[in-house]
Structure formats: structure tokens, C-alpha cells
């Protein structure tokens, strides 16, 4: 089982770009977090809506870089890659 996660995470890690594992990154400590505030919430609930907090903040900054890297992506990357190289002439 060890082995499989090792491979899974070596072809994770070949196979996806950095913002992309920066997305999934965002999301899993998202994720991770709204589970342990529920689990600490039980028993202190001021720690757990502190902890609520901050993965709230995790969620707003995985859509907040979404957004960027979406208008990013339409605006900029794509003109990058569709202009075409300029031929200079030599004198």
C-alpha cells in the first residue's frame, strides 16, 4: 500500500503543473481543517470556530487564486502562445 502511494504521489508530482499542485494544495488544507474544527469543535467550540476561520481563509484563497490564474490564463498566456515571432531583417 506504501508503494502504491508512493507511486501515485511520484506521477502526481510529474504529471501536474505547480499551480496546480498549489490548487490541490489550498483545497486539502481547506478540507483537512473544516474536519478537525468540527472534531475540536465538539469540545471547545470557541477553538473550533477559530480553527472554522481558518479554513474559510483557505477556501477564499483557493478561489481567489482560481480567479487570478483563469483571467491570467485567458489574458495574457493565450496571446503568448497564439503571436507569432517577428522576423527581423539585417541591414
Not at 35 to 48: C, E, K, Y
Not at 63 to 80: D, E, G, H, P, T
Amino acid at each position: 500500500m506504501i508503494e502504491s502511494l508512493k507511486t501515485s504521489l511520484a506521477i502526481w508530482q510529474t504529471k501536474t503543473s505547480d499551480r496546480t499542485k498549489l490548487q490541490h494544495t489550498y483545497i486539502t488544507v481547506a478540507g483537512g481543517l473544516l474536519i478537525v474544527a468540527g472534531i475540536v469543535g465538539l469540545l471547545n467550540p470557541t477553538l473550533g470556530q477559530n480553527i472554522l476561520g481558518v479554513a474559510i481563509l483557505s477556501a477564499a484563497m483557493f478561489l481567489a487564486n482560481a480567479v487570478v490564474w483563469s483571467l491570467l490564463q485567458s489574458a495574457v498566456l493565450s496571446r503568448i502562445s497564439t503571436r507569432r515571432p517577428s522576423v527581423t531583417r539585417k541591414k
